[in-house]
């Protein structure tokens, strides 16, 4: 099992400080959406003095109606396929950079447990989306771990791959 840093943690601190950097110096903007993370990824970044520069808002979309409601998720998305999806959290992505008039989004949504769990969505099962410039990003993870530490690798994740991300637009 891999020991994800926590959401306040150092190295999450410098990943966020990269990536305010980095959309500073593009004059772009920042939003998410969360469900599992219940605000993580969020309060990780608004840790950085002057994130109020970058990063735009964030949305904490719990409950499935949140989600249709606040982001714009067609409520078939999460009929048809369940909360934790692929459709899904595209769909949470692109409507907090649409909503935000964000340039770029992270969107998450998983089975941080300890119940819930399934055997095609077991415990762990996270969904990441990212709205990027050229369009949405999306990745399945099965993180390992109790609920506090599939929420801690869940923010290193979005937020590592952001970074990765942005580095490599054009």
């Given at each position: ?121 077991p415990v762990g099962t996270v969904w990441l989306a990212w709205a990027t ?38």
């Amino acid at each position: 099992m891999i020991n994800f840093p926590a959401p306040f943690s150092p190295e999450v601190e410098a990943l966020a400080t990269e990536i305010g950097q980095l959309l500073l110096a593009r004059g772009e903007t920042l939003s998410t959406a969360e469900s599992c993370t219940g605000g993580l990824i969020a309060a990780a970044i608004t840790e950085i003095a002057g994130s109020s520069a970058w990063f735009e808002r964030g949305y904490i979309t719990y409950a499935n109606h949140a989600k249709a409601e606040m982001l714009d998720v067609p409520p078939a998305f999460i009929d048809g396929l369940g909360a934790v999806s692929e459709p899904v959290v595209a769909a949470m992505a692109q409507g907090a950079a649409s909503n935000a008039n964000a340039r770029w989004a992270i969107a998450v949504s998983g089975v941080a447990g300890p119940s819930g769990g399934s055997a095609e969505k077991p415990v762990g099962t996270v969904w990441l989306a990212w709205a990027t410039p050229n369009g949405i990003v999306t990745e399945r993870q099965v993180f390992a771990g109790d609920r506090t530490q599939v929420r801690a690798a869940t923010v290193y994740r979005a937020l590592y791959r952001l970074a990765e991300l942005i580095k490599a637009a054009h």
